[in-house]
């Protein structure tokens, strides 16, 4: 018989590594506190039909994901005011999130590098997910997993190499 | 495994402590020995790795996402526990008719009320213990602190719980409404939490009489001298009965009684 989830050990676990997956896709702090607890009332609701309680973690990250996407697609349907980006800029460095802009120099790197790469360096840096659950969070083999963290990891490491902070963040060689 | 390969590979490795005991990386970990290009090329990623955490840990969720999500999450869970009952009386409805439809709906709390448990819960269960404006063991000092910033509190508390230590007050605004959060330590240690505020920012809710259970909270509510009384704790019920219930009259309340009671039948001061 299958047991019921302890679901206030898996937020507390789990919610800060969710919350900072989710400020990556959305870099906003009320839209990535929404996913977060839209992720975990998802979860309460759906516990029953998850058959392993293993893979939680991926579940969980998968989730998020998805209905950030979803809110993507609602969105472009129903386009609101575009940001100009320096309102975006204001978005970001006003939240009260970013304790330092040190987060904000890398998640501005983040966001130039290619998609396919970055959503895996995402999940890595910000989820701290093994290779293993990024490969079932996004349903793609362990070997693609490992290949694009390599990449993108060097694509990442130019970005950030142009940024002023390079001397805080790329050690000395 | 050439150098290339042994690169890939190591791209996915975190730290020794997570996956120090995964065999995928074992063999591209022993080329470092005897490669010493790799292993300066790792040395440099695995810092490189640790700095980039270590600026991305200064995304901080907000204070109060974890509180509002377990609240959130015992809102549902106490929404699907009560939804069999909720079918049984519809059942019911068709048999009895009337009598039955009368009983079932007195049990809807309204939404606001809802929220206001829900929200009340999530401040006193953030982890850690709720904020407080001011920190004392002396009920006194709470009350005059709760006087001097308007806010509702019970100055008529029996002799029991006067002689209880506070761990402090707090004077909030529920939608527009002033409240007041006062923690009592229980002898156990524990805490019990009183929320106190104007009945009439309930607006017509029927307010449940009894105690309840959420998750592993257990909770009261009393009515008065137009305040609405919320008593939260996570100490066992028998001793939440044995000091919330005995707030009334000098009669002892079983514990029948106390879940069961209708509201005319109650002592004054849990009305």
């Known amino acids: ?173 | 495994m050439n150098s290339d390969a042994a690169k890939e590979i190591l791209s996915a490795y975190r730290s020794r402590d997570r996956d120090g005991a995964d065999p995928i990386f074992h063999e591209a970990l022993n080329q470092m020995e005897s490669d010493s290009e790799l292993k300066k090329w790792f040395e440099e990623r695995q810092d490189l790795d640790r700095a980039i955490r270590g600026k991305l840990a200064g995304i901080e969720p907000p204070a109060d996402l974890q509180a509002k999500i377990l609240a959130r999450i015992r809102g549902e869970k106490v929404r699907r526990l009560t939804l069999p009952p909720v079918w049984l009386a519809a059942a019911a409805c068709l048999v009895l008719g009337g009598i039955a439809l009368f009983y079932s709906t007195r049990q809807v709390e309204s939404a606001r009320f809802q929220e206001f448990k829900t929200d009340a819960l999530a401040m006193v269960s953030v982890q850690g213990g709720p904020v407080l404006d001011l920190e004392t063991p002396n009920l006194s000092e709470t009350q005059t602190y709760l006087r001097n910033h308007q806010a509702p509190y019970d100055d008529a508390l029996p002799s029991r719980l006067k002689s209880m230590e506070t761990a402090g007050c707090r004077a909030f605004v529920w939608k527009q409404y002033p409240a007041s959060l006062t923690c009592f330590r229980l002898p156990n240690g524990m805490f019990l939490h009183l929320v106190v505020i104007n009945r009439d920012a309930m607006g017509d809710a029927n307010i449940p009489v009894g105690l309840k259970s959420m998750g592993d909270w257990h909770v009261m509510f009393q009515q008065k001298d137009g305040m609405l009384l919320m008593w939260a704790t996570r100490a066992p019920m028998d001793q939440l009965k044995q000091i919330v219930v005995k707030l009334g009259r000098k009669r002892v309340l079983g514990v029948q009684e106390v879940a069961g009671v209708q509201r005319g039948h109650l002592p004054e001061r849990l009305l």
Do not use: C
């Open chain 1, 1 to 173: 018989m299958r047991t019921e989830l302890d679901l206030e050990r898996i937020v507390s676990e789990l919610y800060s590594p969710l919350y900072r997956f989710a400020f990556g896709l959305s870099r906003n702090e009320t839209q990535a506190a929404d996913l977060t607890q839209e992720t975990f009332l998802i979860l309460t609701k759906q516990q029953a039909q998850i058959r392993d309680i293993t893979k939680i973690k991926s579940w969980l990250f998968t989730t998020l994901r998805r209905e950030f996407l979803r809110g993507l697609r609602t969105q472009s349907s129903h386009p609101e005011v575009e940001l100009q980006p320096e309102h975006q800029d204001q978005l970001v460095s006003d939240s009260g999130v970013l304790q330092a802009s040190d987060a904000a120099t890398v998640l501005e790197a983040l966001a130039g590098v290619d998609e396919s790469y970055r959503i895996v360096l995402e999940l890595f840096y910000l989820a701290d997910l093994s290779y293993k659950e990024i490969a079932a969070t996004l349903d793609i083999p362990i070997g693609t997993v490992m290949s694009r963290l390599s990449r993108g990891k060097e694509q990442l490491r130019t970005l950030l190499a142009k940024t002023t902070a390079t001397d805080k963040i790329i050690p000395p060689k």
